[in-house]
């Protein structure tokens, strides 16, 4: 063999090992890939154990919630549940008529509202305006920011034509939706408890803010009268009942969540005044503070409650509510990217932010129909940076929605439908009638995330079972904290018996 054919031999043995050093590494890459992923899939799938909520589960969170709302019923502080007595003892009943009007306080801007209420007729005919509340008065003084709330509402009395004068004698009357904690005395008075959403006014704490509303307005010459203080939850549930008579519950499932019913008011053993006429009060449950040991919760809730403002409460509100459920999925994903290189070597900074996902975000994925998932593709890329995924990581994310999603929902539904037990409306009458229950709901989550929304009712007809269910209906009661407000106005009346 010459020099040439052993160079050739050579050349071919080098190419060779060359080739089998490629593919050896080509081999090990996809079996690193293959053993990441596979460890991905693992931990979507044991979140996705953790957060089954078969129907048995769900039955004992509607015992559970029943059994707080007794608890809550009989005593202060003996329930997890504040179940609070609103003093709305007189809901609307489509009847009303008349002039009202609304003003809604509940964070850095406040709204006021004319509301024409004309009877089952002509309904509801409203328009309002919304103002900034400049950021030096949310920590002055209670006189400075009331002044500033009553002189806005001045102006927007001062552009009425003479038709929406009231009569002579009379005085305008004002539904005030305050969203901050108070604790109620009457229907039109309230101590504050504490400032919350940027708020810090000391001198209001302790005091009574339809007091503090009542004396700017005199100070400003505008003659109202603030015929009932309420909050969002209230409101919905007397929107819903001045269309619907058959309106029991209302539950707000947004940003947070609550729920309000009415109860019996012989069924309050901490009830101390004289029952009211209408033998029926108002009950603000503050559910979002629920929670139970059948409430499926995972390492990544446990560890959101306790780097959260309030550890150890809400825990009902960080499993369903908008506020949270984005971030839950963030923090799946974050461990993913951790532990399985999910996203590449490197973990996307972005991901390591708290609540960079928010829920509408998540819903956009959730809600993508196209065949590339192109929508996750362009939410993953906006919102985290994370670029070049493939069709099956996309997947993945949106199954994490899902599951986040389906627990959320079926946990809301198993809400309501202890609220339902409580008040005997989840079986047939002794005559085997049924009785038909509606309950009002509002809130972005329920009316934006469509797949939390069809997720929530169909589990509460499951719950409920086939005979029971053809009358239990979910309605979409807007703007409570609005409308409501000045519905609860003109139901609380101080002109009715005239």
């Keep these: 063999m010459g020099k040439k054919d052993v160079a050739v031999v050579v050349c071919a043995a080098a190419a060779a090992v060359a080739v089998a050093g490629v593919a050896t590494v080509v081999v090990r890459r996809e079996m690193k890939k293959s053993s990441r992923w596979a460890k991905a899939i693992a931990i979507v799938k044991e979140f996705e154990e953790k957060c089954e909520t078969p129907c048995e589960k769900l039955r004992q969170v509607a015992d559970a919630m029943a059994i707080e709302m007794h608890a809550g019923l009989a005593s202060e502080g003996g329930s997890k549940l ?32 004319r509301v024409h209420l004309g009877g089952r007729e002509k309904g509801v005919i409203s ?15 209670s ?23 009231p009569l002579p004698g009379r005085k305008r009357e004002l539904g005030f939706t305050f969203s901050f904690p108070v604790r109620q005395l009457s229907v039109a008075s309230g101590t504050l408890i504490k400032w919350t959403k940027g708020f810090s006014i000391e001198d209001a704490v302790g005091e009574d803010v339809v007091g503090e509303l009542t004396k700017a307005l005199d100070r400003v010459g505008l003659d109202m009268h603030v015929a009932a203080l309420v909050n969002d939850t209230i409101g919905t549930l007397a929107g819903g009942r001045f269309y619907n008579p058959d309106v029991i519950a209302a539950v707000i499932l947004g940003t947070g969540t609550n729920a309000a019913y009415v109860e019996r008011a012989q069924a309050i053993p901490k009830w101390h005044g004289p029952l009211p006429k209408s033998g029926e009060m108002v009950i603000n449950t503050e559910w979002g503070n629920f929670r139970s040991s059948h409430i499926p919760l995972t390492e990544y809730d446990h560890a959101l409650d306790a780097e959260s403002l309030n550890p150890g409460e809400q825990i009902f509100e960080k499993t369903i509510s908008g506020m949270y459920l984005g971030e839950i999925v963030r923090r799946v994903l974050l461990r993913v990217a951790e ?17 960079i996902l928010r829920t509408p975000v998540m819903s956009a994925m959730h809600h993508d129909t196209s065949s590339d998932l192109k929508i996750v ?5 906006d919102v985290l940076e994370i670029t070049n995924t493939s069709l099956k990581m996309r ?5 994490l929605c899902e599951i986040v999603a389906t627990r959320g929902a079926r946990s809301s539904a198993a809400g309501i439908y202890g609220i339902l037990k409580k008040i005997d409306r989840d079986t047939l009458k002794e005559d085997g009638e049924a009785q038909k229950s509606v309950i ?5 989550l329920f009316e934006h995330y469509t797949k ?7 589990t509460l007809k499951e719950l409920v079972g086939e005979k029971v269910g053809k009358n239990i209906v979910i309605e979409h009661s807007k703007d409570g904290s609005g409308i409501g407000a000045a519905l609860l106005a003109a139901s609380h009346s101080k002109y009715l018996e005239a």
């Design 82 to 113: 504040k179940m609070i007595i609103s003093y709305v003892d007189n809901l609307p009943s489509g009847n009303e008529e008349g002039l009202f009007y609304a003003l809604d306080l509940g964070g850095t801007n406040f709204r006021v509202l």
């Design 127 to 141: 328009q309002e305006f919304e103002e900034a509340i400049p950021p030096h008065l949310m920590t002055r003084s």
């Design 143 to 165: 006189h400075e920011l009331f002044d500033y709330i009553a002189q806005a509402l001045a102006k927007f009395v001062a552009t009425e034509s003479e038709d929406s004068r």
């Design 339 to 355: 532990e399985a290189a999910f996203f590449g070597d490197k973990v996307p900074e972005k991901l390591r932010v708290p609540f």
């Design 377 to 381: 593709a362009s939410k993953l890329k």
């Design 395 to 399: 997947k993945v994310v949106v199954s």
């Design 440 to 444: 009002a709901l509002d809130g972005g």
């Design 452 to 458: 939390f929304r069809m997720c929530m009712e169909s």
